[in-house]
Nanobody
Framework: QVQLVESGGGLVQPGGSLRLSCTAS????????MGWYRQAPGKQREKVAG???????NYADSVKGRFTISRDNAENTVYLQMNSLKPEDTAVYYC?????????????WGWGQGTQVTVSS
C-alpha cells in the first residue's frame, strides 16, 4: 500500500509563493503519472496539475502560468511550486496519481493527510 505524505503548506499573503512536496512510499513511483489536487471548503476536490512519468506536464486553467509541477524519481517526490498566489488558491492540497491509461495499475492510491494552503492578507 502506497503512502503519500504532503508538506510545505502555510499562510502566505496574496502574491506570495510556496513550494509543496509529496513523498510516496513504494518502488514504482517513477512509473506513474502524478498529480496535485486541492479541495477548498464546501467544494469538490479538483486536479490542478499533472506530470507524466516522462515529465510532461499539464495544468488547470486557473493555475496555468503560476504553478509548476516537477518530480524527482530518485527521491519518490513530486513538487508544486506556487507563485503569485491568490485568495482563491486557499485549499487543502493533496497529491496522488494522475489518472492515465499508461499507469501500471488503475485507480487512485489512498489519500494522504494533505497540506493546508491559506492565502490571506
Amino acid at each position: 500500500q502506497v503512502q503519500l505524505v504532503e508538506s510545505g503548506g502555510g499562510l502566505v499573503q496574496p502574491g506570495g509563493s510556496l513550494r509543496l512536496s509529496c513523498t510516496a512510499s513504494g518502488s514504482l513511483f517513477r512509473l506513474y503519472a502524478m498529480g496535485w489536487y486541492r479541495q477548498a471548503p464546501g467544494k469538490q476536490r479538483e486536479k490542478v496539475a499533472g506530470i507524466s512519468s516522462g515529465g510532461v506536464t499539464n495544468y488547470a486553467d486557473s493555475v496555468k502560468g503560476r504553478f509548476t509541477i516537477s518530480r524527482d524519481n530518485a527521491e519518490n517526490t513530486v513538487y508544486l511550486q506556487m507563485n503569485s498566489l491568490k485568495p482563491e488558491d486557499t485549499a487543502v492540497y493533496y497529491c496522488n496519481k494522475d489518472l492515465r491509461p499508461t499507469n501500471p495499475a488503475p485507480g487512485l492510491w489512498g489519500w494522504g493527510q494533505g497540506t493546508q494552503v491559506t492565502v490571506s492578507s
